[in-house]
């Protein structure tokens, strides 16, 4: 099975730098450990699905899912001139959620 390692983050590191997007939440209270983050990738102008994660030995922060992976990159993609953010499907509901702020479907 494939697993997310640190080699694998280091691997896309060094050959893929270019094209990444990482989005890491610390929470500062609890001496700026990682709470979460997402990870995507760029092509051209468009800002290419995204991966998201947090510590499972952990409660999920609130509202971090959307900030990390809708809010941030949003932000990024208009402050660099992108000009199309595609967040991926994700899998359950959150296709609907996804439309219901204004993400449709681009052939």
């Not at 494939?2 to 983050?9: P, Q, T, V």
């Not at 468009?46 to 922060?61: A, Q």
């Not at 900030?67 to 932000?75: G, P, T, V």
Request: hydrophobic share 35%.
């Amino acid at each position: 099975s494939f697993d997310m390692n640190e080699g694998f983050f280091m691997h896309l590191a060094a050959r893929f730098s270019h094209r990444i997007i990482l989005v890491i939440a610390r929470d500062w209270m609890k001496q700026g450990r990682i709470v979460g983050g997402s990870l995507s990738f760029v092509k051209g102008r468009k800002i290419c699905g995204r991966y998201w994660g947090y510590p499972l030995s952990e409660d999920s922060t609130p509202h971090l899912h959307f900030e990390c992976c809708y809010h941030r990159l949003i932000e990024h993609a208009i402050e660099r001139g992108y000009t199309q953010v595609e967040p991926g499907n994700g899998g359950g509901n959150i296709y609907k959620v996804q439309r219901s702020r204004g993400f449709e479907p681009v052939s």
